[in-house]
């Protein structure tokens, strides 16, 4: 996201609005491993996106640690995360890459409300108790775009990729075994639960940004927080407000 870097000491970036960031890409400050490009993470169960946070951080090990050991570090992690900080710690035939993406999706945004009390500088934009879209953004980079380049980069094509497998789904499940097509069932009902989820989410993105929201840092977390109705996940915890 930009605030760390493995090309320099301490906080590299912390102003507003995204403001002398592309500066410090053409001064090399993330050279080793690229800070994300938009500043937006997507944080999903399934990996429906190339640069997702699941994938960023198994880019991150490989760069730092090498690709040899990968396998080995990517393993260490997910025991970790087991031993202490996700619940159920291990879900049966769960590889380390599944137990790292469900620890991102259901435990680490709990994790970083507490290490922040409260006062989170990344962001948890969400469509709803479906987790049918879900990410992350540095709020020191969130600028007027954010929310536009967010709903045509990855909503809306999520949108056509859930509609495209329920009916690849549906196909198949014409052609399934009764034990099969009951299987196929539940998945078309949860995707299709997370559409309509979507679709609303969607709604209220365009709603919000046309309305070319600003932050202003000095008025905290708590005050800016509330200014995406429910778009963000847990107003009320933060802003003690429920969100409109």
């Known amino acids: 996201m930009g605030r760390y870097s493995l090309d320099r000491e301490g906080l590299v970036y912390a102003h507003a ?11 090399g400050a993330y050279q080793r491993f690229a800070a994300d490009g938009d500043g937006i993470l997507p944080l999903t169960s399934e990996h ?16 730092v640690w090498g690709a040899d050991t990968l396998e080995e570090n990517l393993q260490f992690i997910a025991d970790s995360l087991c031993l202490s900080a996700i619940k159920p710690p291990k879900k049966g035939g769960e590889t380390s890459r599944e137990t790292i993406r469900r620890y991102l ?4 945004f709990k994790d970083h409300l507490k290490t922040y009390k409260k006062r989170p500088i990344y962001w948890l934009f969400s469509s709803g108790k479906e987790k049918a879209f879900e990410c992350l953004v540095y709020l020191h980079r969130y600028n ?8 045509t980069e990855y909503v809306t094509p999520l949108l056509g990729q859930m509609a495209s497998r329920i009916e690849r789904l549906r196909l198949q499940q014409a052609d399934a075994s009764t034990a099969e097509a009951k299987r196929l069932d539940k998945q078309i ?36 927080y ?12 933060i802003t003690g407000d429920k969100g409109e």
């Open 17 to 27: 609005g995204n403001v002398g960031f592309n500066d410090l890409v053409a001064e």
């Open 105 to 108: 999706s259901t435990q680490f």
């Open 144 to 151: 007027e775009a954010t929310l536009p380049r967010m709903r």
């Open 48 to 63: 429906w996106f190339e640069d997702d946070i699941a994938a960023r951080i198994e880019e991150f090990v490989r760069t």
């Open 189 to 224: 009902d949860g995707l299709t639960k997370q559409l309509a989820e979507l679709r609303a989410f969607d709604d209220q993105l365009k709603h919000h940004a046309d309305m070319k929201i600003t932050l202003d840092l000095d008025d905290g977390v708590k005050v800016n």
């Open 226 to 237: 509330g200014k995406f109705g429910t778009l963000l996940s847990d107003v009320k915890a």
